[in-house]
C-alpha cells in the first residue's frame, strides 16, 4: 500500500503564489506516475499536473500553464506543485494521486480513473 500526504496549502492573495508537497510513503515503485488534482465546491475534480518519475514527463491542465510547475525529489520521494499567479479561480481542495503506471499520454495523465492512490487533499484559498 502506498500513502500519500499532502502539505503546503493555505491562504493567498490573487497574483501571490504557494508550493504544494506530496510525500509518498508505504511500498512504492521504480516507475510510475504523480499526479495533483483539484476540486472546487460543487465542482467534479479535474486534473492540474502530472509527472513521470521515470524521465520527467510533465502535464499540465491548459488553465494552469505558464502558472504552475510540478517537480519531483529523488532522494525525498517527494513531487511538488509550485503555484504562481494564483487566481481565485484556483480555489479549491488540492489532491495528490499517484499510480505505477506509466502516462505514456496526456490523456492517460489527466484520468482520475489511471491513479489508484490519493492523498487527503489540502485547502487552497485564493483571495481577490
Known amino acids: 500500500q502506498v500513502q500519500l500526504v499532502e502539505s503546503g496549502g493555505g491562504l493567498v492573495q490573487a497574483g501571490g503564489s504557494l508550493r504544494l508537497s506530496c510525500t509518498a510513503s508505504g511500498r512504492t515503485f521504480s516507475s510510475y506516475t504523480m499526479g495533483w488534482f483539484r476540486q472546487a465546491p460543487g465542482e467534479e475534480r479535474e486534473f492540474v499536473a502530472a509527472?513521470?518519475?521515470?524521465?520527467?514527463?510533465?502535464y499540465y491542465a491548459d488553465s494552469v500553464k505558464g502558472r504552475f510547475t510540478i517537480s519531483k525529489e529523488y532522494a525525498k520521494n517527494t513531487v511538488y506543485l509550485q503555484m504562481n499567479s494564483l487566481k481565485p479561480e484556483d480555489t479549491a481542495v488540492y489532491y495528490c494521486?499517484?499510480?505505477?503506471?506509466?502516462?505514456?499520454?496526456?490523456?492517460?495523465?489527466?484520468?482520475?480513473?489511471?491513479?489508484?492512490?490519493w492523498g487527503q487533499g489540502t485547502q487552497v484559498t485564493v483571495s481577490s
Open positions: 509527472i513521470r518519475w521515470n524521465g520527467g514527463v510533465t
Open positions: 494521486a499517484g499510480t505505477s503506471r506509466v502516462a505514456a499520454t496526456p490523456r492517460d495523465a489527466s484520468s482520475r480513473s489511471g491513479y489508484d492512490y
